[in-house]
């Protein structure tokens, strides 16, 4: 029974967490922009939004932008005129926001409309001298004068933002200014469409604005090196060299050959979670989207640390302390079993840590390209990840399979048949009379259930 654990037990927890976290998040695509660069405080803005798949009208939209600004803005289109706004501003008590759909006309005050219904859901308000939208809203997809391409890879869109001053108004035909700064950006409708929900933002989506006046940001190289380099160790440890470790290990039998290249993974995952670390620590867009996160998925405003509160930071931590353990015990068990010959006990332990490590990992590669903002990538993973189990399913398969035959192999009947007693006379010496022959009632041929090859527990 023991003996079966592992590998069946390392494929099932494989296959359940990939089912998992492949649907964790709403799909949702985002934009954090950073026009002024670090100089301008006051610039900054993030918008995400999800395509709900269920039906032709709503979308689901997030967007955030500091409240010293008068109105914070963004819109659906390439340029103002025919493109369907909402103006976020103060509401009357100054405590939460009022938005308002409004069409644009041209160069010109864009016009409030009816058509479209906005429902502020919760998580709203102004948090931290920060206008937080969450929002529904219906009939957005057409209007009069435009339309989103709900199947665009690249819809254009616009934000703005009002001069320094306060607007406080229940009204959804407020008057507003000119706005001070305005640019335009993309999003991917296409890959932001699916479950309906409020759209969580991907904490990498950095996005240059091209015609805000003086308008240069998004240093997006810096970190995107950093993200890539961090992905990209994490998923050579857990797609490749983890794998190959427990194949190495049922194949050729060698606990050496096992150690060096877990060691050889799991140093890579340490070197991969400092790398995490830093790119989550760096002050730039990554935090400060991860504070966004924080805000909206939480509603705590006093949180201290916007950083490494992720669900992928917080499991990719226990996943390290889980591969030490597993490591550790690894190590300990195999050394009493160079001392006293026989299978420690505790390395059942390892039997456990080991595929946890292997399963929670592999699912949190897709939890952080989720994260970065990364769907292709999330998606490209998790087929690579279901190939790579069912080839590492199979080889320990047929590993185990041909073991067993071995030990059919070994059994007395077996021996018997190499060495030519069958039960008659032979041409090399005289038939064993004590031979029994098979079918009647002789020595039982021995089947594969009990038959198993001894765990391996060194
Ligand atoms: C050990 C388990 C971990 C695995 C398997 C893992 C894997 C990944 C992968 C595959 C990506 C996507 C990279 C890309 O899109 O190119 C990613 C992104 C990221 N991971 Fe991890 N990671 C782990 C642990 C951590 C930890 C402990 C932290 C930090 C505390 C962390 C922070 C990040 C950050 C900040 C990103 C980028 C998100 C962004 O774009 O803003 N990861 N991770
Ligand atoms: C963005 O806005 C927030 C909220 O006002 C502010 O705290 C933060 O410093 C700004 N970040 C950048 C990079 O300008
Ligand atoms: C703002 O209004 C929305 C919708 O009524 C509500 O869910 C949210 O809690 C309000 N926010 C604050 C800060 O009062
Ligand atoms: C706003 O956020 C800062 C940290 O970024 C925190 O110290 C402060 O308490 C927050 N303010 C409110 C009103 O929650």
């Known amino acids: 029974m023991l003996s079966l654990f592992p590998s069946k037990a390392l494929c099932l927890s494989l296959f359940a967490s990939l089912l998992l976290t492949t649907q964790a998040v709403v799909p949702s695509s985002s934009a954090v922009l950073r026009p002024g660069g670090n100089s301008d405080s006051n610039a900054n803005f993030t918008v995400a939004i999800n395509v709900p798949s269920g039906n032709s009208n709503e979308l689901y939209f997030h967007f955030s932008s500091p409240a010293g600004n008068s109105y914070a803005a963004f819109g659906i289109g390439s340029q103002m005129r025919g493109a369907l706004m909402f103006i976020a501003h103060a509401s009357?008590?100054?405590?939460?926001?009022?938005?308002?759909?409004r069409i644009g006309s041209g160069h010109s005050a864009p016009t409030p409309t009816d058509d479209v219904k906005i429902t502020l859901l919760s998580g709203s308000g102004i948090i931290n001298d920060t206008y937080v939208v969450n929002a529904k809203c219906s009939n957005c997809r057409s209007w009069s004068g435009g339309s989103a391409d709900v199947l665009s890879d690249s819809q254009s869109m616009l934000w703005a933002v009002g001069e320094a001053g306060e607007i406080k108004s229940n009204a959804l035909d407020a008057r507003i200014q000119e706005h001070s700064r305005r640019g335009v950006?993309?999003?991917?409708?296409?890959?932001?469409?699916?479950?309906?929900?409020?759209?969580?933002?991907?904490?990498?989506?950095?996005?240059?604005?091209?015609?805000?006046?003086?308008?240069?940001?998004?240093?997006?190289s810096g970190p995107r090196h950093g993200i890539a380099f961090h992905g990209f160790l994490m998923g050579a440890a857990f797609l490749v060299i983890f794998p190959a470790g427990l194949v190495l290990l049922r194949v050729f039998e060698k606990v050496w050959l096992h150690w060096a290249v877990q060691s050889f993974a799991l140093l890579l995952v340490f070197i991969g979670t400092g790398v995490g670390v830093a790119i989550s620590k760096r002050d730039d867009i990554v935090s400060y989207s991860l504070y966004t996160i924080m805000i909206m998925n939480t509603g705590l405003t006093n949180v201290k640390e916007p950083n490494l509160t992720h669900p992928h930071q917080i499991i990719g931590f226990i996943v390290l302390g889980v591969g030490l353990l597993a490591w550790g015990i690894g190590m300990t068990g195999h050394v009493m079993f160079r001392r006293t010959g026989k299978p420690a006990a505790i390395m059942l332990g390892h039997r456990i840590t080991g595929p946890v490590t292997m399963s929670m990992g592999l699912s949190n590669c897709i939890v952080g390209f989720r994260f970065a903002g990364n769907n292709r990538g999330a998606i490209i993973f998790a087929v690579a990840a279901l190939l790579m189990i069912i080839f590492v399913c199979t080889v320990l398969f047929f590993t185990r399979r041909r073991k067993m035959r071995k030990g059919t192999m070994n059994t007395p009947a077996a021996q018997n048949f190499r060495e030519g007693n069958m039960g008659g006379p032979t041409p090399y010496g005289p038939q064993s009379p004590s031979m029994p022959s098979y079918g009647q009632g002789g020595i039982p041929l021995a089947s594969y259930q009990n038959n198993q090859p001894p765990p391996v527990y060194r």
């Open 92 to 101: 009357e008590d100054g405590k939460n926001v009022t938005l308002s759909p």
């Open 185 to 220: 950006f993309n999003l991917d409708f296409k890959a932001a469409t699916g479950d309906a929900g409020v759209p969580v933002v991907d904490a990498s989506s950095d996005n240059v604005d091209t015609i805000g006046p003086g308008s240069r940001g998004g240093d997006g």
